[in-house]
């Protein structure tokens, strides 16, 4: 007889009835016995620690990656099937913690899995929000929010039992510390994010997602980011990020002295990394304990600018933090005192006024405030550090050059090619072996298969059978699309720099070629997939306008054989482990200068989708990689841009007065479209681009359809396009985030992998 796997022997002992029960229980007594069998591991002692402080980490469902990671994949879906059970289905049980916006949190999700798969020590510190972002609706035409509850009975955090108590003015709360396990990939190593908690949530609301913003109290963990259009829901925020910081700083002081260290050798047996500003008062909340602890003040701020680290993640202004004194002496005033020596402090290095932390209109500004009390600062992509040495930062940048460094950002290969699609793993493992799956730079042995064209044609029908897959999923949720044509897809948040927009006005010019005959040779889908955040009307507005093109395409007999438009309703990171294996084109099209890096074009790029692009954020890098036949570039530069914006100089009449592109933007307030959608989102945004267009979108448009016009003639050529996936995956392995973190490591941690 066949001896019980550790997996069914604790399914069994937890009396779990592999034939009977639902899959939802299932789904809940693997979780617990993935929880049962990830041993925690003790790392060195006497060994320097990573504390990665982030208000997001975007994690995704756990089960799938928990189980390889421990290497039990293959052992649970043997098991099921035996009980003719499949761990797809299971797994779709599993609510997703939505606990990011995107990018930023998912990448701190992506260096979470690496520094475990490492061996480094190091845990994140974030929150534990209970209702996560929001669960988007599309069903009425426009985005509408709910709130998404993701803890479940049997969730994976598990309650430590630890509070720390944070004082904010006036009262204190106390904050409840739970815990992720991150296990590393098949090396025994499992480090902990830890979420923290108010210790009495207030119960859920009766009726949609509006809380009571004045109850800080019981809502502090209530959602991410709440609603900042407002005074009460931008003071929340800092709520939320003092009680954050507060109880992590508290957390690490508590493991520094539990291992016998003085409070003198904090920068050497810790390291503080702060994922853009959101969590910059960890730095004088540091201070403040430090110094409430005995430590002099000037020797205080010297331990805490080495042991702190920081990365920039934006340039957009608007997203930079500033913040009113009178919202931190609400707050925590126990901090003023601190920031107020930390500015005196920078004035005495620099007199220059723009790199002041406390500026005179009586403002903090948060990534002033880090790159003072930081000892290194990175940028997430070269062109975006590049930026930020030369223009955003240039003060900073004369005053420490040394502390400047880029580190582009990287995705886990096990999450995004491993475990999204087993199907192209399994082909790669045939043709150059396994040990990709720990390197992924090896990778590039696949540019010795370029002429292989058996292996070509196996790549391509690896694609048709992801898009078939992608087709079913989208089926079941009630959308139909052709698993034959061209999947052209834009998933990520919606934003106008990401200039979904301008993407829209393509759709409408394919429209109207149609229209006039001029069929392309396959059908071509359009996928959408994005949030918008509730107070951002234009965002909404081109949601709005999406849906509307989508409808109106769809209604058309003439088009709709040709051309599809749709919007995946609630993206997150399970939609994308769906889409991504999928896509043929990646729309990557952001005005130069301004997506920091992304990381979807890396996703796309490891699972065989050809970019079609600015020259922005990793794009850059991409270019470089691939070289100009395996990548599709168009518009203007990042340095042609920014002139633009310093002198001023952008006009969108100027490009909507061509009578070519005229006819496009009148078309958002044609008749058809105005009998489909609301005359008020409509017309905000045609005015919007007849106006403004902030972002440039009428600049790049004609550029943009010329260049995907010849990507999608050139996909015909079905050989050549195979060997374009072909070096795009094969050179996709510097986007790796284990080269990423070795590389943080190596620069700027400087911590001792386990077993060196
Ligand atoms: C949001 C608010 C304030 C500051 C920064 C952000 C931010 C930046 N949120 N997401 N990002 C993205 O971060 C990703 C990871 O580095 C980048 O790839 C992407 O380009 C950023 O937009």
């Not at 004082?167 to 190593?189: K, T």
């Not at 920031?339 to 002033?368: C, F, G, K, Y």
């Not at 949720?477 to 698993?483: M, N, S």
């Not at 991409?622 to 042609?640: C, H, M, P, T």
Request: glycine share 6%; with cysteine; charged share 25%.
């Amino acid at each position: 007889m066949r001896s019980q796997t550790d997996l069914e022997r604790v399914l069994t002992a937890r009396g779990v009835n592999l034939d009977t029960c639902s899959d939802r229980e299932l789904m809940y007594a693997l979780t617990a016995a993935v929880r049962q069998l990830q041993k925690p591991m003790d790392h060195a002692r006497g060994q320097r620690k990573l504390y990665y402080f982030s208000a997001e980490f975007l994690v995704g469902r756990l089960l799938r990656a928990n189980l390889i990671n421990l290497g039990l994949l293959e052992e649970a879906e043997r098991l099921l099937a035996a009980h003719g059970r499949s761990l797809a289905q299971v797994e779709d049980q599993e609510p997703e913690p939505s606990l990011g916006n995107g990018g930023l949190g998912r990448l701190a999700a992506c260096f979470l899995d690496s520094i475990a798969s490492l061996g480094l020590n190091g845990d994140g510190v974030g929150l534990n929000y209970h209702y996560g972002l929001f669960r988007q609706r599309l069903d009425t035409g426009r985005q509408t929010e709910e709130p998404d509850p993701w803890i479940g009975p049997e969730s994976w955090l598990l309650d430590t039992g630890l509070s720390y108590q944070v004082d904010f003015g006036g009262f204190s709360l106390n904050a409840r510390q739970y815990d992720l396990e991150i296990p590393g990939y098949e090396n025994g190593v499992c480090n902990r994010l830890h979420l923290f908690d108010v210790e009495r949530p207030a119960p859920p609301p009766a009726e949609g997602i509006r809380f009571d913003k004045t109850d800080i109290a019981g809502h502090l963990t209530a959602f991410l980011y709440p609603d900042d259009s407002d005074e009460a829901g931008r003071l929340l925020r800092v709520y939320q990020q003092y009680f954050m910081v507060s109880a992590g700083a508290q957390l690490l002081l508590r493991e520094l002295e539990e291992a016998g260290h003085s409070l003198l050798e904090l920068d050497r047996y810790a390291v503080v990394h702060i994922n853009d500003t959101h969590p910059s008062m960890v730095i004088p909340e540091l201070l403040r304990l430090l110094t409430s602890r005995g430590v002099e003040l000037e020797q205080a701020m010297d331990l805490v600018e080495r042991t702190c680290t920081y990365t920039n993640h934006t340039i957009l202004s608007e997203a930079l933090e500033k913040w009113p004194a009178s919202y931190l002496e609400q707050v925590a005033p126990q901090l003023l005192p601190f920031i107020r020596a930390l500015d005196q402090r920078a004035r005495r290095r620099s007199d220059d006024p723009r790199t002041a932390i406390w500026d005179e209109h009586n403002v903090i500004h948060m990534a002033h405030m880090d790159i003072h009390s930081s000892a290194k600062v990175n940028g997430v992509a070269e062109l975006h550090t590049e930026i930020l040495k030369n223009t955003e930062l240039h003060p900073f940048y004369v005053l420490y050059p040394e502390k400047f460094n880029n580190k582009t950002n990287g995705i886990t290969f096990r999450r995004w090619l491993m475990s999204c699609n087993p199907a192209l793993a399994g082909l790669i493992t045939q043709a150059i072996g396994p040990e990709w799956q720990r390197d992924a730079g090896l990778l590039e042995k696949l540019l010795e298969h370029k002429e292989d064209t058996a292996l070509l044609e196996r790549l391509l029908a690896v694609k048709e059978e992801n898009k078939g897959a992608l087709a079913r999923w989208l089926g079941s949720r009630g959308t139909e699309i052709d698993p034959h044509s061209v999947l052209d897809i834009q998933i990520k948040r919606l934003h106008q720099y990401k200039r979904q927009q301008m993407n829209a006005l393509y759709a409408i010019w394919k429209y109207v070629q149609i229209k006039e005959g001029h069929t392309p040779p396959r059908p071509v889908t359009m996928v959408f997939g994005a949030k918008a955040a509730p107070a951002y009307t234009l965002a909404k507005d081109t949601i709005h306008l999406l849906l509307c093109l989508g409808k109106l395409i769809e209604r058309d007999p003439q088009v709709s054989p040709w051309l599809k438009l749709v919007m995946v309703e609630n993206y997150n990171v399970s939609a994308a482990e769906r889409l991504v294996p999928a896509c043929d084109i990646s729309e990557q099209i952001s005005l130069a200068s301004k997506e920091a890096s992304g990381t979807g074009n890396m996703k796309l790029m490891a699972n065989g989708a050809v970019t079609l692009g600015t020259l922005d954020g990793a794009n850059v890098e991409i270019a470089r990689l691939v070289g100009e036949g395996n990548i599709y570039l168009f518009g203007r530069s990042a340095d042609e841009v920014i002139a633009l914006y310093r002198d001023n100089a952008y006009r969108s009449s100027d490009y909507w007065q061509k009578p070519e592109l005229e006819r496009l933007v009148d078309f958002i307030l044609s008749p058809e479209l105005l009998t489909i959608g609301d005359a008020g989102c409509l017309s905000r945004l045609y005015k919007d681009f007849i106006a403004k267009d902030y972002f440039m979108a009428l600049l790049d448009l004609e550029d943009y359809i010329a260049v995907k016009e010849r990507c999608l003639a050139e996909y015909e050529d079905r050989a050549a396009w195979s060997r374009k996936m072909l070096v795009n995956i094969a050179r996709s392995g510097f986007f790796s985030s284990d080269r990423t973190i070795m590389e943080y490591n190596r620069d700027i941690w400087h911590l001792t992998p386990d077993g060196a």
